[in-house]
């Protein structure tokens, strides 16, 4: 990827006009000379030629551009910024060419629009946020930061000493990469890294666009430091009296040692921006809190622990699965206390105890909802790709519909009809309706034609009573 992307930027022409709307995101704008390459575009209401903008690129792990760019609209609006949101980039699909989507969206929008070179910026979930992280490793100097949502930089290629370019952390409390995302946001401190880590009150997704937004402003703290843009006090000042508020509102509340972190982020991000005694002044009387000490240990603690059960759990899931024959359903839900974990992420004695169990139950539901079946199908193990489906469907039940809906995609492309008409049943009948899903999904091609599945479209089609 690196040589292609580096002679897109040597040959380009400059930007020329274009007739796309501003201040609405546009689904489909096809690369030039890349026509099954496209993205959602959003243009800022005031964007013009005759200065340079920032641009983020968004890389979607399904393919969904106006999705991504949509969390980040408003932010794109209030701070001047261009968004290019990949429809083509996906993660965990053995064989995708992420790099040929990547390189074709750079190309095209660096021909297209005006484009500032010093602060160009990538953006993506879960796979996503790795190949921004990619992006930005490949190209370095020609990214400014990167945006990780749910995600950090790929096993291949971890994060080393003299990165040059920042890093904006986002993650949901429950995500089950939860845990990664806390040792690289330790390891990029260790190593001297610009960066900082924002946690939210969901599963995983992509961030809200209040987070996606965050991540947006500090970024623009991170080019008034370098000089990539002017400095703007009254913004500087804005953003300090927001960040101060929100630090202050989690000591009064007694959650100390999160304030503690926010009062050091605050200190570490307006460095040579403006004054910080204030935060300086509270991180000092929090250090020197025992309860902070107490807590931060505690915190390390449970962390330690979650991921003991985790490897614990998953191991006894995977040596079940591996047993020949298969075991029963209920065998493996007994063996990897899908009780236990349900009951403890509705209500376990500590609300830091409660989003752990939630956190090892989500990590289990992502490998039996989707990498185990979709593994297990591509070796024609279809005994095991329904039981691994099956414990899925125990450990989330409110989203059966769903688990089963990515088998029947499974063993569609896997040219196993009659099993995935079969799972499209029972997905249904699990709460699936997702008709616009289910009639666009390429995995599905193969069976449009069949009559069971017409029959399954029209029952879904009936009003219901």
């Known amino acids: 990827m690196t040589g292609v992307l580096l002679a897109a930027v040597l040959s380009l022409a400059g930007p020329a006009p274009e007739a796309l709307p501003r201040g609405e995101i546009v689904p489909r704008v096809s690369c030039e000379g890349s026509p099954e390459q ?15 903008w920032p641009i983020l690129y968004l890389y979607d792990p399904r393919r969904r551009g106006a999705v991504a760019a949509e969390r980040f609209r408003d932010a794109a609006e209030r701070y001047g910024w261009i968004l290019a949101s990949s429809n083509n980039t996906v993660s965990d699909t ?23 070179p010093r602060r160009v910026y990538a ?51 429950v995500d089950f990469n939860y845990g990664e995302m806390r040792r690289l946001d330790r390891t990029l401190e260790e190593i001297g890294a610009t960066h900082r880590l924002s946690v939210f009150d969901a599963p995983p997704a992509w961030c809200p666009p209040a987070v996606c937004g965050e991540g947006i402003e500090w970024m623009e703290l991170q080019a008034m430091k370098s000089g990539a843009r002017s400095k703007d006090p009254v913004l500087v000042e804005r953003i300090l009296v927001e960040r101060l508020e929100r630090a202050s509102l989690l000591e009064t509340s007694g959650r100390t040692a999160d304030a503690h972190v926010r ?9 040579g921006l403006t004054e910080t005694k204030t935060a300086e002044a509270a991180r000092a009387r929090l ?28 191991a006894d899931l995977t040596t079940a699965l591996a047993s020949d024959p298969p075991p029963p359903l209920q065998g493996v839900v ?21 989003l752990s169990a939630a956190r090892v139950l989500e990590q289990l539901f992502a490998q039996t909802a989707f990498y185990l079946p979709r593994d297990f199908v591509s070796k024609r193990d279809f005994p095991r790709a329904e039981l ?42 699990n709460g699936f309706r997702e008709i616009d899903t289910m009639e666009t ?7 449009r034609e069949e009559k069971d599945y017409r029959a399954i479209v029209d029952e879904l089609k009936k009003p219901r009573s």
């Open 441 to 447: 999904d390429p995995d599905l091609a193969a069976l």
């Open 94 to 116: 053995p064989g995708a060419d992420n790099s040929s989507a990547m390189s074709a969206l750079w190309t095209d929008t660096h021909r297209r629009f005006s484009v500032d």
């Open 123 to 173: 953006s993506g979930f879960s796979g996503g946020a790795r190949l921004a992280c990619l992006l930005a490793q490949r190209l370095p100097g020609q990214v400014a930061g990167v945006i990780a949502c749910g995600g950090g930089f790929p096993d291949s290629a971890p994060p080393k000493p003299g990165i040059r370019f920042a890093v904006f952390g986002a993650v949901g409390n």
């Open 334 to 354: 007994n063996r990897i206390q899908v009780a236990r974990l349900r009951k403890e992420a509705s209500g376990a004695r500590t609300e830091a105890e409660r």
């Open 388 to 429: 691994a489906t099956g414990i899925a469907a125990q450990l989330k039940p409110d989203r059966a519909g769903t688990v089963f809906y990515n088998l029947a995609c499974f063993r569609a492309l896997a040219g196993d009809r009659k099993g995935a008409l079969a799972s499209l049943r029972t997905a249904v009948r």
């Open 38 to 52: 496209s993205y959602a575009l959003y243009l800022p209401a005031s964007y013009e030629t005759t200065r340079t």
């Open 287 to 314: 250090d020197a809190s025992s309860a902070v000490a107490k807590a931060l240990a505690a915190e390390r603690r449970l962390e330690e622990s979650e991921a003991r059960l985790s490897n614990r759990l998953w």
């Open 263 to 271: 009062y050091s982020e605050i200190v570490r991000d307006f460095a």
